[in-house]
């Protein structure tokens, strides 16, 4: 009898991941499409605008505020998720990182003040728009 549940859950598992694999991957507009939601429609490139000011730390696992804007330098503390911070400036290039495109923010958090890939950063009341 315990041999049954074990086949049948294997075959369970079997199907599930069948079917997972079949799915092909979403593919993102580019910035001169427009998205179109229920609600709203708007430009791609309106969603990215620049704002300084008071911030959420918004990745799960917390966000590392570095000396310089790129992922090789070194880690001067972890933000954790949820945390405010108060964004300075941007970086005038992108980056990417795990898929996501994004400026290096310049960030005060706490006593430190460095740099964080901004696109785990979410703008809170009082953000003022730059670009």
Not at 113 to 124: D, I, M, N, R
């Amino acid at each position: 009898m315990r041999k049954v549940y074990i086949c049948l859950i294997c075959s369970l598992l079997a199907l599930y991941c069948s079917k997972n694999e079949e799915k092909k991957p979403v593919s993102l507009p580019t910035e001169l499409e427009e998205v179109s939601t229920e609600t709203q429609t708007m430009k791609v490139s309106e969603r990215k605008k620049l704002t300084v000011g008071p911030h959420i730390v918004s990745a799960p696992s917390g966000l590392m505020l570095r000396s310089e804007p790129t992922r090789e330098s070194p880690a001067i503390v972890k933000m954790l998720k949820d945390m405010k911070v108060e964004v300075l400036e941007y970086s005038s290039k992108e980056d990417e990182y795990e898929g996501n495109r994004a400026r290096w923010a310049k960030v005060k958090y706490k006593k430190y003040t460095g740099w964080a890939f901004s696109y785990y950063l979410k703008p809170e009341k009082g953000a003022k728009v730059i670009e």
